[in-house]
């Protein structure tokens, strides 16, 4: 038996009349679409062999470069439980390198797709953008920016970079979140390994200098003092170049980063520039600039980058040459000729912990100046117990103790009791975890306004104040309510059915 699909079908129909004298070779190599070299080829073949001559030859047969199951299947058993977030270019490499499996990549796609663990590309934008050149040489235009993401690990870190627009020369380092320190770290380390560049184009984020903090940006003072433009993009497309290098990183560094096991900052740091810019992105991602010259300049002698790249602060000195930074107190210390009070004195605070104090670019010595604090009521507290227990002692007489003092003797009896185990803190007062506070609402009637809560939970608190005092007369005002649905975590009525639904899955 043979099987043809409706154009075999319509080949052989038209062949069979060709040869029986009913269309012309002509004719049937256009109701075809083929050459009359190719008819005839048919009509021969249909002559020798009847109407198989339609099947191709290798019709049924593997290919001899066939790959086998064998490898299919560990390929794909790869794919499921260790390579299950890599993109199929980067799946490859990873397989000739680490596995020493090499495959075709539209049979790696193939088998993939079987199992349906194809990493899907983003959906491409539909608005039409008009495309703009690369600068013609590096160090006149850099872009720089933070991605928040699941680097590694179970919590979220941010990866600052800047970028060449010229080359794509990158330079990125791992942070906790995106901060006006992590920003001018990377562009301090940037300029000196390169030097000084011409601009720098950024989004309209507070951290740059934007609309929400415009002249009140770090990183905005520390590029006026470097001679470096600020330009601001209209849009996050308007700086493409930055935008999609983080596609980049999050597509490859990620899967990378899990294989190697990293699962801290300090790692991630060493193996993103120790590893994967120099071996990955260096050879494949950095192009060659229009023009061989370079715009860096040399950073000047009088210019030092540990006293630009920080965070600088100003606080006025008070007539006794003391300031306040941070809710502490400091007194400035070093040798003065004259009085600098009234004036202002900068702070800079850098990546190590503490600060430094510069007055017209000399540094101060400072130190915390240590005031006084008040006692708190359990200082106070514990203080009269310890002044009862002196009485005590001094009158060799408890009861005349107790009389003079107004407390009782077994008060007396208890807290020498308490000093003897725990010494004089054991005098702090407890307070008792189950203590209810004596308005607080019955637990009964609580868990009544719980249940009927849950019950309905559209219901707001004026509602169910009074469907209680009507059915099951309770008189608990909405406050009350109120208290109630805070304590247990059910103030919204979202709230109340997320709470309903965990306690229908429990039962």
């Known amino acids: 038996m043979i099987k043809m699909d409706s154009k075999a079908q319509l080949t052989v129909d038209i062949v069979i009349k060709v040869a029986e004298g009913k269309i012309d070779i002509v004719n049937a190599a256009k109701l075809l679409n083929k050459s009359r070299r190719t008819i005839e080829r048919y009509l021969k073949k249909y002559r020798k062999c009847g109407i198989q001559f339609v099947v191709h030859q290798n019709t049924g047969k593997s290919p001899s470069n066939k790959s086998s199951d064998e490898k299919k299947r560990a390929i794909q058993m790869l794919i499921r439980e260790k390579y299950f ?24 796609r193939c088998w993939a797709h079987e199992i349906h663990h194809v990493k899907r590309a983003k959906r491409r934008r539909s608005r039409a953008r008009k495309r703009r050149e690369r600068m013609e040489s590096p160090g006149l235009l850099l872009q720089m920016d933070g991605s928040p993401h699941r680097w590694f690990g179970d919590k979220k870190s941010c990866l600052i970079a800047i970028i060449d627009d010229a080359t794509s020369e990158v330079h990125a380092e791992f942070f906790e979140s995106e901060t006006t320190l992590g920003c001018l770290k990377v562009l301090r380390d940037y300029i000196a390994r390169k030097g000084l560049f011409k601009a720098l184009y950024v989004d309209r984020a507070g951290i740059f200098g934007g609309p929400k903090r415009c002249n009140f940006s770090q990183v905005q003072r520390a590029c006026s003092e470097l001679g470096i433009e600020i330009i601001f993009a209209n849009s996050p497309q308007g700086k493409g170049r930055i935008e999609r290098s983080f596609d980049t990183f999050q597509d490859r560094l990620v899967p990378e980063l899990r294989l190697n096991d990293v699962q801290d900052i300090d790692r991630a740091n060493r193996y993103l520039q120790e590893v994967f810019i120099p071996s990955f992105w260096r050879d494949q991602i950095e192009v060659m600039s229009r023009n061989e010259g370079s715009e860096f300049t040399q950073l000047p002698e009088h210019l030092n980058l540990d006293d630009i790249c920080v965070v600088k602060d100003y606080r006025k000195i008070r007539s006794d ?6 809710n502490k107190f400091y007194l400035i210390e070093s ?3 004259h009085s600098i009070a009234k004036q202002k004195i900068e702070i800079r605070t850098g990546q190590n912990e503490g600060f430094d104090a510069y007055f017209a670019g000399r540094h101060l010595a400072v130190s915390e100046v240590i005031e006084p604090t008040k006692p708190s009521m359990f200082d106070l507290d514990i203080q009269k117990k310890l002044e009862v227990l002196e009485l005590a002692k001094k009158l060799r007489n408890v009861s005349e103790a107790a009389r003079l003092s107004g407390v009782s003797r077994d008060t007396i009896y208890r807290h020498r009791k308490l000093i003897k185990e725990g010494g004089v803190q054991a005098l702090k007062r407890q307070v008792r975890a189950d203590h209810y506070h004596q308005n607080r609402t019955d637990q009964e009637v609580a868990s009544t306004v719980i249940e009927f809560s849950l019950d309905n939970p559209h219901l707001g608190q004026v509602q169910v104040s009074n469907q209680l005092r009507k059915h099951y007369q309770i008189e608990l005002s909405a406050s009350g309510v109120r208290y109630v649905w805070l304590r247990e975590n059910m103030q919204t009525c979202a709230l109340r059915l997320q709470k309903k639904e965990l306690l229908s899955a429990a039962i």
């Open 85 to 108: 977030d890599v993109n199929l270019t980067h799946l490859r490499e990873l397989l000739h390198e680490n596995e020493g499996i090499q495959v075709k990549r539209e049979s790696l």
């Open 321 to 326: 040459h003391t300031f306040s930074y941070g």
């Open 335 to 337: 040798p003065l000729k």
